[in-house]
DNA sequence: AGTAGGACCTGGTGGC
DNA sequence: TGCCACCAGGTCCTAC
């Protein structure tokens, strides 16, 4: 599942390949994750790739004649730059985004993920972006920035974490992680949360976002960058997909739930 | 208003 | 071996 430090990994690969080419077209064979509609992107053909940007979970492409694609991973979107021309499709391709002299293929197994064009002045509001939190890596979210979302809440800690309009970009894998990291469970409700702990846990998820960075990402299931290769985080998970498996801290079995619809793993000593 | 749960999708897996 | 129920979870939408 791509989350915030694999979509980071994504679009700095898009980067140092896509920026500077010229659009040519879209092919789809699925056109339903395509909003306006594909015919709306002949307006963009010609237009110059000049920025590839993360917001959340969104990669943000834009081009000099002001208009802005923006497209989403979901759960299954994987993203590969090929050279134009002669490669075959990838696996479970739906679109294809022709440029000058490459071209970037969108594969995604269970047709979640979506790819919208707009403009500089509705590009937000199009995707759902406008409705995003603050990006929890940013150097202007502070500790403070991160008590003020949580005020008042009596939901789970983790059904917080996921909620894309209080933080942006944390995903299942990462939300557990965090958790087990600050050592608090991920059922408690926040208002049950003391000022530490909620410190805690602000250090932890950035700790936790930080080193999936730093290891392009997490390949638990089939996560890729956009050259084919394999992220190295899932060898640094503590919790995620260890459900009934030894605490790497404590040896107690790890315990799996489900909390708000996504199955959770955690440690029922550690985490309090 | 705030929250919970279903819909969207399909490949992989485990049970019978 | 074949079939089927179920699981995976990001986001939007609907219902309570």
């Known amino acids: 599942m791509p989350e915030l430090p694999e979509v980071e990994t994504i679009v700095g690969d898009l980067r140092t390949v896509l920026l500077g080419q010229k659009f040519l077209r879209i092919i789809s064979s699925f056109e339903q994750a395509i909003s306006p509609s594909v015919s709306h992107f002949e307006r963009l053909g010609g237009a110059l ?5 993360r917001r959340g979970k969104y990669i943000i492409f834009g081009f000099d004649g002001g208009q802005v694609l923006v ?24 679109t294809r ?76 894998i990462y939300a557990d992680e965090a958790c087990f990291r600050a050592a608090i469970n ?11 702990e909620i410190r805690c846990l602000y250090d932890a998820l950035r700790f936790v976002l ?22 190295k985080n899932q060898k640094f998970l503590r919790v995620y997909g260890r459900a009934n498996k030894d605490c790497l801290q404590c040896l107690v079995p790890l315990v799996k739930t489900k909390l708000a619809g996504r199955g959770t793993v955690h440690c029922p000593n550690c985490q309090v």
């Open 71 to 94: 497209l989403h991973l979901r759960m299954t979107g994987r993203l590969r730059i090929m050279q134009s021309g002669l490669e075959p499709a990838i696996p479970f391709e739906r």
């Open 49 to 53: 790739l000049i920025t590839v940007k």
């Open 210 to 231: 930080s080193e999936g960075i730093n290891n392009r990402g997490t390949s638990f299931s089939d996560f890729e960058d956009a050259f084919g290769r394999k992220g």
């Open 186 to 196: 991920p059922w408690r409700p926040v208002k049950s949360l003391n000022n530490d």
């Open 97 to 172: 985004l022709d440029f000058a002299v490459n071209s970037l293929r969108f594969g995604d197994i269970r047709k979640f993920g979506k790819i919208y064009l707009g403009d500089l002045g509705n590009y937000e509001l199009l995707s759902g972006i406008s409705k995003l939190g603050p990006e929890p890596l940013s150097e202007g979210f502070s500790v403070q920035n991160f008590v003020s979302c949580l005020k008042g809440n009596s939901r789970p800690i983790k059904a917080v974490l996921l909620d894309q309009s209080m933080i942006a970009g944390v995903g299942n």
